[in-house]
């Protein structure tokens, strides 16, 4: 079970690290990057809630059996939830400030 909760909150982390990249390297006309931003949103809503559900069922099974560490992983169901809600929201933003 940790096993899996870490390579589930790895596999969130990498592809919350991707599109933040990607996001922070938009290109082109102020129209390109936007209709490329509300392509990354669709896709974080789509992708983004799949692995993060992920993440949170392997953490359910965790605290179900009890379990409240893990040697597999440092990263935490709180962390992952900060990153989802959080980090990507306030990087949009810091980017349409930016650069408009």
């Not at 919350?16 to 390297?25: D, F, G, P, T, V």
């Not at 490329?36 to 359910?60: P, Q, V």
Request: aromatic content about 8%; proline content about 1%.
């Amino acid at each position: 079970m940790r096993v899996g909760f870490a390579e589930a909150a790895a596999g969130f982390k990498a592809w919350m690290e991707k599109l933040n990249k990607e996001i922070a390297h938009l290109e082109g006309s102020l129209e390109d990057q936007f209709k490329t931003l509300k392509e990354k949103r669709a896709e974080k809503s789509a992708a983004g809630t799949e692995k993060f559900e992920a993440a949170k069922a392997a953490h359910e099974k965790l605290a179900e059996a009890g379990i409240t560490d893990n040697k597999h992983t440092a990263l935490t169901l709180p962390q992952l939830k900060l990153e989802w809600e959080g980090k990507s929201k306030k990087q949009m933003t810091n980017y349409f400030s930016k650069h408009i």
